[in-house]
């Protein structure tokens, strides 16, 4: 039996071997852990789109899974790699702000600052510490290592710049923050929000991106015509602008950070 689980989500891409290198030395050290990949196709820095989709994609792994978010620009410098044990699992990411989404949801059973050498890979690169600390740290916790003893708890979390949708009386003010392989551009904006801003239903919104202005928010892409936009709650959860068997991104020509409005009609 395979003991453990981590997953790996970068802004490495898969033209390099720095995803592969993170593997090797996870399963150097747990031979039977399983290594699952969230995505490598983070836009490179982007802290913000990897805490959006670390936020997605944990909730469906089960208890004792270590995820090792590791886009980090901030790598060699004085931010700490934290630890946070959420729901049975623990998510591994630089202190730049990674965890906000996953964190503005659920609350940690504790936090941790990742110090303690003894579970490093050495020599530790200063410009790789998805290698030489995420991983091996990983695969030890995947071994049965305490969390407490990778170092002291903290409280003090740098917080996301691109925050929560800002959920008004007049509107909702959002933005994209991850564009998926289909084109459909995923926005900020919770059904939470839409439930909260119009308790009456979400089909008396109307949402504006860029030049476009969308009619309510739709439940399928089927109920719209063939090329056409419309928004729906999406499987995240969150709400997406798409087009009916087409690129929503290149028909409107939007990506990351396009600011996205719903208003009442």
């Known amino acids: 039996m395979s003991r453990g689980c981590i997953t790996f989500l970068t802004d490495f891409g898969t033209t390099d071997p720095y995803a592969a290198a993170m593997k090797g030395v996870a399963l150097s050290i747990n031979p039977e852990v399983r290594l699952v990949d ?30 090792a978010a590791v886009v980090d620009p901030g790598v060699g410098g004085e931010r700490r790699i934290l630890a946070a044990e959420v729901e049975g699992q623990v998510l591994m990411a630089p202190d730049n702000g990674l965890l906000s989404p996953v964190l503005a949801e659920a609350r940690p059973a504790r936090i941790i600052s990742v110090t303690n050498a003894e579970y490093f890979h050495h020599p530790v690169s200063m410009t790789f510490h998805g290698r ?14 305490p969390l407490t003893a990778l170092g002291r708890e903290v409280s003090d979390l740098v917080q996301l710049e691109e925050g929560a949708a800002q959920v008004g009386p007049d509107a909702i003010e959002g933005r994209v923050i991850h564009v998926d392989h ?12 839409l439930q909260a801003f119009a308790p009456g239903g979400e089909a008396d919104l109307w ?29 995240s959860g969150l709400l997406e602008i798409s087009a009916n068997r087409r690129s929503a991104a290149d028909t409107l020509g939007a990506g990351r950070r396009t600011i996205v409005r719903v208003s009442k009609r």
Not at 135 to 143: D, E, F, K
Not at 209 to 221: F, K, L, Q, S, W
């Open 38 to 67: 969230i995505s490598h196709d983070v836009a490179p820095h982007d802290v913000a789109e990897a805490g959006y989709l670390l936020a997605w994609a944990y909730r469906y792994f089960p208890r004792g899974t270590v995820h």
């Open 132 to 145: 030489d600390v995420f991983a091996p740290v990983a695969a030890h916790l995947t071994l049965g290592v």
């Open 182 to 193: 289909f084109g459909n551009l995923v926005t900020n904006i919770s059904r939470r929000d």
């Open 207 to 235: 949402v504006e991106i860029g030049d476009a202005e969308i009619a309510g928010v739709r439940r399928t892409y089927v109920e719209v015509g063939l090329g056409q936009l419309l928004a729906l709650i999406g499987s």
